[in-house]
């Protein structure tokens, strides 16, 4: 679940939709396409911190136990580019660029 990361943290951790929504990820609840693809947003979307953890005011929450490994091989690149997400199509929707192969690792 969440921890505090940051000295300056603020006491109680934040309580809001998103917060509320990762937790209910990390409980292992069955997700609605919307909320795959909004938790897929918080983490690589325009606005997201492009890691699998969230981090507010302080606090973190670690996605990496509870979505699947995703490997993102761009046309651009050789390689694979590993992220984590509930599935590909919630990805795929937050990613930019030409994807050329993705595949769970």
């Known amino acids: ?26 409980s292992g609840a069955v997700l609605t396409r919307a909320e795959k693809d909004r938790i897929a947003s918080l983490l690589y979307g325009m606005g997201g911190t492009h890691t699998s953890t969230y ?7 670690p996605m990496v136990g509870c979505l699947s490994r995703i ?16 599935d590909k199509t919630s990805l795929r929707k937050v990613l930019y660029g030409p994807i050329s192969e993705m595949i769970y690792a």
């Not at 679940?1 to 990390?26: G, I, V």
């Not at 981090?55 to 929450?61: F, P, Q």
């Open 55 to 61: 981090k507010l005011a302080g606090w973190a929450w």
């Open 71 to 86: 490997l993102v091989n761009y046309r651009w690149d050789n390689s694979f580019t590993p992220y984590y997400a509930p």
């Open 1 to 26: 679940m969440a921890y505090k990361f940051s000295s300056c943290a603020t006491e109680e951790k934040p309580d809001n939709d998103q917060t509320r929504l990762l937790e209910k990820t990390q």
